[in-house]
């Protein structure tokens, strides 16, 4: 799994790649200090499976970062982790296309369980924040419920030509566990019990074709 830290701050990139073995053996991290180093980096790290996007930065901030980032590196979910803790602020990221919003006073099991469920192609808001009417989650045209994210829809292409999981991490230049994370989501959300027929359950519903 590649993942690229961009947070100013030298020690809470270092404590966060730390935290951050504890979702994945085989993690390779990247670091930015600013967004403008975050988006020179991804012009050559494409095979991303997840940005943490620091707010508060010199120059440009992570929420205005964010477009030209999904831009350069479109199947990345980006995730804002940020002290910035204004409802306002968490809107603007979650319009702007982030897939999540993580206070930096969250601990690592709140913290770890997010990335988790947005590896797993949804978005994650703190819930407190879903009581507040300033925060629409999906309102950057993230996928609507019943639907499938486009990194889904490649995992799901590739389990329908009979692949395995290591066979599909490879295709796609992600992760195996990433792998897993996808097909989990898959077939929660196509309800489906197994890999098989979760494939049916898509072709029946024409989302196999290209």
Do not use: W
Request: hydrophobic share 45%.
């Amino acid at each position: 799994m590649r993942i690229l830290i961009v947070d100013d701050h030298a020690l809470f990139r270092e404590a966060l790649s730390g935290m951050l073995t504890r979702l994945a053996g085989d993690l390779v991290v990247l670091e930015a200090a600013t967004a403008n180093d975050a988006q020179r980096l991804v012009s050559h790290h494409r095979n991303l499976d997840l940005i943490l996007l620091d707010h508060a930065m010199p120059g440009l901030n992570g929420v205005d970062a964010i477009p030209e980032l999904h831009a350069r590196c479109p199947a990345t979910p980006i995730v804002v982790l940020s002290a910035d803790e204004d409802a306002a602020t968490v809107s603007a990221a979650i319009r702007a296309g982030a897939a999540g919003y993580v206070p930096k006073s969250a601990n690592s099991h709140t913290l770890l369980n997010a990335l988790k469920l947005v590896l797993a192609g949804e978005i994650y808001i703190p819930p407190r924040y879903l009581e507040q009417s300033t925060v629409e989650p999906g309102a950057a045209d993230r996928p609507r419920t019943g639907e499938l994210t486009e990194r889904q829809l490649d995992v799901l292409r590739l389990l329908a030509d009979g692949l395995p999981n290591k066979s599909i991490a490879q295709r796609l230049g992600i992760a195996e566990a990433t792998v897993k994370l996808h097909v989990s989501a898959i077939l929660k959300q196509l309800g489906a019990r197994n890999r098989t027929e979760a494939v049916i359950t898509a072709g029946d519903r024409g989302l196999l074709r290209d």
